[in-house]
Structures are given as C-alpha cells and as structure tokens.
T-cell receptor, first 115, second 111 residues
Framework: DAGITQSPRHKVTETGTPVTLRCHQT?????MYWYRQDPGHGLRLIHY???????DKGEVSDGYSVSRSKTEDFLLTLESATSSQTSVYFC??????????????FGAGTRLSVL | GNSVTQMEGPVTLSEEAFLTINCTYT??????LFWYVQYPGEGLQLLLK?????DKGSNKGFEATYRKETTSFHLEKGSVQVSDSAVYFC??????????FGAGTRLFVKA
C-alpha cells in the first residue's frame, strides 16, 4: 500500500469555523491532490500541487485553500466551513513522469460534517 | 473538454453472474484509460489500465479493452463474487497533472 495518511479520519465542526485537513505521504511523489466525493458527483478536484509551494486550483476550489511547505505534506483548509462542504475528502498522490505513469494513489479519506 | 461517462448504478448481480460496466469518454489526443475500485470505507485503488488503442488491461479477473473507434473502455468480469461489491470508477488521463474521473458505478453482488 502507498504510504498516505490522512488526518483526521472523521471530524464534526460548526458552520463558520476554520478546518484543516492533513495529508502526509512517505513515497516522495511530486504530485498531490485533494478531492471531494459526493453522491452523484463522483470525485471532484479541489486543488493540486506539483511541487513544494507550487499549487493550483481544481474545479471546485471556492472556499478552500491549500499549502505545501514540504514534499510530504499537503494541507487543505476550509477557511469558514459551510454545510455544503460536508463531504468525504480524499488525498491522492502520483509520480507522473509521462502519461503511462500517472497512476493515482489514494488515502483512506476524511469524513467531514459541518453542522 | 475531456470527460468520462459511465453507466449509472447501482448494479445488482447474483454471485457468478457476468458483469459489464459501460464507460465512454471524450478526449483530445490519446488518453490513457483506467478503472479504479473503491471498497467500503476505503480510498480508490487502481484496478487496471490501458495506455493505447486496442490495449487490454486486466487484473483480478476483470478486463477492459481500449476501443478508440467507439471511445469506450467497458469493464467486464466473467463471474463476480460477493467480495467484488464496491464502487467502480472509470478515468482518463491526457497528460499534465490531472485525471478525469467518471461518477462511479456501485456494484452489489448477492450470495
């Protein structure tokens, strides 16, 4: 199994509070991603990183920010949580280096409930 | 733009039945195609892949053939087991950093 740890695994928070989710990898892969998974929508990309301090927006980035200060850690912050951000969040990593190598490896997910 | 469309679920089968989950794609260039599987309470994991037209990916009894002429990558298994119950995602990658995932198809297999 790829060494990807997401923390926390479960979190319940109140509307308006900031929340930070952490993804930690031990694979030294360059690329890291945050997705959210909602019924009927599959996986939607929030933000991704292609190196330390290099990040970019995905398709559903509003209300989220990210930071990557070290290769192994990718943080997702909900600046002021809303009920629409209740979801399961997945971190993924990939080695890339060409089309054939872009397999993504996923963490176990964080279930977030915003009340 | 690039997109993936897969059949809506849930799909419910009896053990040892034949499985097909349809997947079609729209993409510029020559994408790589993937099937990922998500077991309950877990993240996605790669099931199989194909990187060029007419390639067949296979793993754990599952197969899918990259059909450029029909822009399809249907997942098949000859005899499903209860342990195959999961959500299956078709995905494509055209280069760069991002993979496009389909909405997922939930499979239930009854004993």
């Amino acid at each position: 199994d790829a060494g990807i740890t997401q923390s926390p695994r479960h979190k319940v928070t109140e509307t308006g509070t900031p929340v930070t989710l952490r993804c930690h990898q031990t694979e030294n892969h360059r690329y890291m991603y945050w997705y959210r998974q909602d019924p009927g929508h599959g996986l939607r990309l929030i933000h991704y990183s292609y190196g330390v301090k290099d990040t970019d927006k995905g398709e559903v980035s509003d209300g989220y920010s990210v930071s990557r200060s070290k290769t192994e850690d990718f943080l997702l912050t909900l600046e002021s949580a809303t009920s629409s951000q209740t979801s399961v969040y997945f971190c993924a990593i990939s080695e890339s280096g060409g089309v054939a190598k872009n397999i993504q490896y996923f963490g176990a997910g964080t279930r977030l409930s915003v009340l | 733009g690039n997109s993936v469309t897969q059949m809506e679920g849930p799909v419910t089968l009896s053990e040892e039945a034949f499985l097909t989950i349809n997947c079609t794609y729209t993409a510029t260039g020559y994408p790589s195609l993937f099937w990922y599987v998500q077991y309950p309470g877990e993240g996605l994991q790669l099931l199989l892949k194909a990187t060029k037209a007419d390639d067949k990916g296979s793993n754990k009894g599952f197969e899918a053939t990259y059909r450029k002429e029909t822009t399809s990558f249907h997942l098949e298994k000859g005899s499903v087991q209860v342990s195959d119950s999961a959500v299956y995602f078709c995905a494509l990658h055209t280069g760069g950093f991002k993979t496009i995932f389909g909405a997922g198809t939930r499979l239930f297999v009854k004993a």
